[in-house]
Nanobody, 117 residues
């Protein structure tokens, strides 16, 4: 059984920083990419950042220059360093692993990030 568990969320003031981490248990043999999505109240889930198995990264325009995604293959983790946080970053953040095989996507349960003064 594959399980993704997020950690590191919390309440921060605007301009602050948080580091999210996603730990994976179980084996996935055909990983295409790993990434972070977020969903704010009343909005659809959106891609925040992703990193492919080859190391290429992709970021939403709204977080470029502020967020950095990284991975540790040995530890089976993917992290998201979030700096210069804004109130509009407030959302539930979900870890995602995309596979070439079924199931096509694995999801964590999410961690709440709240940016407020």
């Amino acid at each position: 059984q594959v399980q993704l568990v997020e950690s590191g969320g919390g309440l921060v003031q605007p301009g602050g920083s948080l580091r999210l981490s996603c730990a994976r248990s179980g084996s996935i043999f055909s990983i295409q990419a790993m990434g972070w999505y977020r969903q704010a109240p009343g909005k659809q889930r959106e891609l925040v950042a992703a990193i492919t198995s080859g190391g290429s990264t992709n970021y939403a325009d709204s977080v470029k220059g502020r967020f950095t995604i990284s991975r540790d293959n040995a530890k089976r983790t993917v992290s998201l360093q979030m700096n210069s946080l804004k109130p509009e970053d407030t959302a539930v953040y979900y870890c995602n692993v995309r596979s070439y095989s079924q199931p096509w996507n694995y999801w964590g349960q999410g961690t709440q990030v709240t940016v407020s003064s």
